[in-house]
C-alpha cells in the first residue's frame, strides 16, 4: 500500500537529478577561472543571487527534445527534494571553487551567504518531509522518497568535501552538514511529537484518564509502525534498517510516558492494564502483529518499563488480587448457603439436583489466572500459590459449612437435597484440580484434593446413611442361627429396603450416583462380613458349615443382582463374600490353607483377628490346625504370589 514502483520511479528520478546537476553546470560555466576579468568578473553577483533565487538554466539547441527546464523554487514546488538539493550541491561546487580565486572576497562571502539562505529554504522542506514519514501515503512517498535521496547526496557531498581537506586542508564552512546525524535527531523528535499529541481515538471512551492515555499511546505506536513497515520502508535504502530505527523510537517514546505514569502511584485496575501493556499487549499485539514482526527485531527492545518498577506493580498486583480472589470465592459460596439455611430446595437441572458453587468458583479461578498470565511474569509462579490457598481455604469452609448443616439435619428439612446437589460440586471441583493444565505446584493440589477427598467423605457418608439406618435391624438378624435355619427372607428384606432408597438417589448426577452407589455397594458387602466375624455362630459339622457357606453364597448372589442391575463398576466386591465362604465349607487342612492364602494374596489387609474370628465359625477345627492356618500371614507377600490386583477391604470391617 503506497509504495513507490521501483523501476520507473528511479529511472525518472535519475533522470531528474542528472537534469539538475546538468542545469546548475551550464550556468555556471561563465564563472570558471579564465573569466576572473572583464565581463565574467563584472557579472559575478547579478548571476550567482539570479542563480539562488531562480536557477533558470540554459538549454541546448535542440530544446524539443530536451527535458523541461524547472527552477529550485519549482522543484520544491513540486517536492522534488532530491532534484532541488543537487541544485545546491552543484552551484555549492562552482561557487567554492570560484571563490577560491576571486578577488572580491567580500562580495564572495556574501553570495556564500545566500547559498546558505537558500540551503536553509530547502532544509525546512527536507526535515518537514522527513518528519511527517509516518503520516504519508500513496502519491506522497515520492516527496519522502526524494527527501531520503537528498539526503544520501548531501552524506556523499561531505564525504567528497571531507577528501579534499585531507587533500589541502580546506573545507566549506558549512560542511560536513551530517544529514544521516540530523535523520536521527529529526526522526526523534517528531516520534516524541506523535506521542504527546494525540487526539481522542475509538474504544477508550469508558477507560479510567489513565487507561486511556495508555490506549491511545498504544495504538499510536501499532498505527505508526504499521506505517512505517507498509509505506516509509520502501523510500529507505535497506541499509539505514528503518523499521527498527522506528520501532526503537516508539519503544522509548512509550517507555518514558509509561515511567512518568507509574511514579504517581496507581490503583489496581491501572496497575493491571499498565502490566498487561507491558507484558502482553504491546508484546502479542504490536511486536508479534503477522506485518511487523518480520520487519522488526522485538527482542532487542526489551521491555517496556525497569526491572525495579515492574516488580514492584507486580507485587502490588498480587496482594490486591489475594484479597479480591479471597472474596470472590467466599461470596460464591455464602450466596448459596443462605438458600440452603432458608430452607430452599435446590434447584433441579435435567431431573437432577444443581448447585452453581463450583462453576461460579472455578470461572473465578479461571479466570485469575488467565488474567494472571498476561500481566505477571516474576512474581506469576507466586500468584499460582496464592489461588490454590485461596481455593484450599475454600475447600476447608466449604467442607466445615456442610458438616455444620448435616449436624442440623433435624432443622433443614431440604438437606438432603442439598448435599445431594454439592456431590456434583465435588466432581467438578475435582475434575478441575486434577485434569487442568494450569501451572499449579503438585503439592499444592493436593493439598486442595486431600480437603476434597474429607468433603467428599462427609457428603457421600451421610447420603450412605440414609439408607443404611434403616437397614440396621434387619443386619442384626444376618448370620445368627436364626439366620440358617430359618425360612424367612431376611436378604430379600435387606435388598427390598436398599433399592428403595437407592432409586431415591437416581436426582444425584449420574457420575455422582455412580461413586455413591458404589460406596453402598461396599458397606453391604463390609456390613455382611462384619457380621460374620462376630463369632455370634459356631458350627460343629460338615453339614451345618456347608450349609452356613451355600448361605452367604445365594445372599451374595441376590446382592450381586441388585448393584449390577444399577451398574455398579464393583466387580471385584462380588468375589468377597464366596472366598470367605469357601474357607468356611471346606474341611481338609491343606485346602483350607491353601484358600486362606489365596483370601491374603487378594485381601492383604486381612488381619489375625480376622482369620480368627472366621474360624471360629468351624468349631471342628482342631487348634493346631487353626495355629497351622494362621502362619499363612507370617508368609511373604512373593511366597503368595501376591498381584496388582490386591483390594484393600478387611481394614475396613471391624472386628473384635
Not at 532544509?123 to 519522502?144: F, H, M, P
Not at 507509574?262 to 490503583?267: A, D, P, Q, R
Not at 451345618?544 to 457357606?549: C, F, L, V
Request: aromatic share 8%; charged share 30%.
Amino acid at each position: 500500500m503506497g509504495t513507490l514502483p521501483a523501476e520507473t520511479t528511479n529511472a525518472r528520478d535519475s533522470a531528474g537529478d542528472a537534469l539538475a546537476k546538468d542545469q546548475a553546470n551550464e550556468q555556471l560555466d561563465d564563472l570558471s577561472p579564465k573569466n576572473k576579468t572583464g565581463k565574467g568578473k563584472k557579472n559575478l553577483k547579478g548571476n550567482i543571487l539570479g542563480l539562488i533565487r531562480k536557477i533558470n538554466p540554459k538549454t541546448k539547441p535542440n530544446s524539443d527534445s530536451s527535458p523541461q527546464a524547472l527552477t529550485f523554487e519549482e522543484y520544491l514546488k513540486l517536492r522534488r527534494i532530491s532534484e532541488a538539493g543537487q541544485q545546491l550541491i552543484s552551484l555549492e561546487e562552482k561557487l567554492y571553487w570560484y571563490a577560491d580565486g576571486s578577488e572580491n572576497q567580500e562580495e564572495a562571502l556574501k553570495e556564500e551567504e545566500e547559498l546558505k539562505l537558500a540551503y536553509e529554504t530547502f532544509s525546512q522542506d527536507l526535515w518537514t518531509t522527513i518528519a511527517a514519514g509516518v503520516t504519508l501515503s500513496g502519491e506522497e512517498l515520492r516527496r519522502l522518497a526524494s527527501a531520503v535521496r537528498s539526503i544520501e547526496q548531501e552524506e556523499e557531498r561531505d564525504k567528497k568535501c571531507l577528501e579534499e581537506k585531507e587533500r589541502n586542508g580546506r573545507i566549506p564552512q558549512w560542511r560536513p552538514r551530517e544529514c544521516r546525524k540530523e535523520l536521527d535527531t529529526v526522526l526523534q523528535k517528531a516520534v516524541e511529537q506523535r506521542m504527546e499529541d494525540i487526539l481522542e481515538v475509538m474504544g477508550a471512551e469508558n477507560l479510567s484518564s489513565i487507561k486511556q492515555d495508555i490506549f491511545k499511546m498504544g495504538k499510536r505506536v501499532k498505527e505508526d509502525l504499521l506505517s512505517v513497515v507498509m509505506n516509509v520502508k520502501s523510500c529507505y535504502p535497506e541499509g539505514y534498517d528503518i523499521c527498527n530505527v522506528y520501532a526503537k523510537l516508539y519503544h522509548i517514546a512509550f517507555s518514558s510516558q509509561l515511567k512518568k505514569i507509574t511514579e504517581f502511584g496507581l490503583g489496581q485496575e491501572d496497575c493491571t492494564y499498565v502490566l498487561g501493556w507491558v507484558h502482553n499487549y504491546y508484546q502479542n499485539d504490536i511486536l508479534k502483529h503477522r506485518d511487523l514482526e518480520k520487519e522488526i527485531d522485538g527482542k532487542s527492545l526489551g521491555s517496556l518499563l525497569p526491572e525495579d518498577v515492574i516488580k514492584q506493580l507486580e507485587s502490588q498486583y498480587v496482594s490486591s488480587r489475594e484479597s479480591e480472589i479471597k472474596q470472590w470465592l467466599s461470596k460464591a459460596v455464602g450466596n448459596e448457603v443462605t438458600k440452603w439455611m432458608e430452607g430452599e430446595i435446590p434447584e433441579q437441572m435435567d431431573g437432577f439436583y444443581h448447585s452453581e458453587i463450583a462453576i461460579d468458583v472455578i470461572q473465578c479461578i479461571v479466570g485469575a489466572v488467565k488474567e494472571a498470565k498476561e500481566v505477571l511474569d516474576e512474581e506469576f509462579g507466586n500468584m499460582m500459590h496464592v489461588v490454590m490457598w485461596a481455593l484450599q481455604e475454600l475447600l476447608e469452609r466449604y467442607k466445615k459449612t456442610l458438616e455444620d448443616f448435616i449436624k442440623d439435619k433435624e432443622k433443614h428439612k431440604n438437606c438432603a437435597a442439598v448435599i445431594k446437589a454439592n456431590m456434583f460440586n465435588c466432581k467438578q471441583f475435582r475434575d478441575y484440580i486434577e485434569k487442568t493444565n494450569d501451572p499449579f505446584e503438585a503439592e499444592d493440589k493436593e493439598k486442595c484434593l486431600s480437603v476434597l477427598s474429607g468433603l467428599e467423605d462427609t457428603g457421600y457418608r451421610y447420603l450412605a446413611d440414609l439408607m443404611h439406618l434403616p437397614l440396621k435391624p434387619y443386619y442384626k438378624v444376618l448370620i445368627t442361627q436364626e439366620w440358617l435355619t430359618s425360612s424367612k427372607p431376611v436378604m430379600d428384606n435387606i435388598l427390598h429396603l436398599a433399592e428403595k432408597h437407592i432409586h431415591e438417589f437416581r436426582k444425584l448426577k449420574p457420575c455422582c450416583f455412580q461413586e455413591l452407589l458404589k460406596r453402598l455397594h461396599f458397606e453391604v458387602i463390609a456390613e455382611y462380613s462384619k457380621r460374620i466375624m462376630k463369632k455370634k455362630i459356631k458350627l460343629k459339622s460338615e453339614q451345618q458349615q456347608t450349609a452356613m457357606a451355600e448361605k452367604i453364597c445365594d445372599d451374595n448372589r441376590k446382592i450381586q443382582e441388585l448393584f449390577t442391575r444399577y451398574e455398579s463398576k464393583e466387580d471385584w466386591l462380588h468375589h468377597v463374600l464366596p472366598k470367605v465362604a469357601e474357607v468356611i465349607k471346606l474341611q481338609d487342612l491343606s485346602m483350607i490353607v491353601l484358600e486362606t492364602a489365596t483370601l491374603v494374596r487378594d485381601y492383604p489387609d486381612i488381619s489375625e483377628k480376622h482369620l480368627s474370628a472366621l474360624l471360629h465359625i468351624k468349631a471342628n477345627l482342631p487348634s493346631k490346625d487353626v495355629k497351622s492356618i494362621k502362619k499363612v500371614l507370617q508368609m511373604k507377600k512373593e511366597d503368595l504370589n501376591s498381584c496388582h490386583s490386591a483390594k484393600s477391604f478387611f481394614a475396613l470391617v471391624p472386628v473384635r
